[in-house]
């Protein structure tokens, strides 16, 4: 949001997308954090392995994606 807000001089297009990908991953954490919750106490009742995160592998791609679109925010004009 930060990124639309502050008004920097960088390629608008580059900039909505990024601000939107990380406000799409803001506003889906929560929401997986709590199937991964309830996935773990279901693990745990049933006395099985635990579930691995799929948390952590999107919130990377979302970070890494708008990391990548900020960086040709900068580089084209």
Same mark, same amino acid.
């Given at each position: 949001m930060a990124l639309e807000v502050l008004g920097l001089?960088?390629?608008s297009a580059f900039?909505? @997308?990024a601000a939107l990908v990380l406000v799409t991953a803001g506003v889906?954490?929560?929401a997986m954090a709590w199937w991964g919750?309830?996935?773990t106490e279901r693990a745990l009742r049933l006395?099985?392995?635990l579930p691995? @995160?799929?948390m952590a592998p999107l919130l990377?791609?979302?970070v890494t994606g708008a990391g990548?679109?900020?960086l040709l925010a900068i580089l084209v004009p």
């Open positions: 001089d960088l390629n900039r909505l @997308s889906l954490t929560p919750w309830a996935a006395h099985v392995p691995a @995160s799929r990377g791609l979302a990548v679109l900020i």
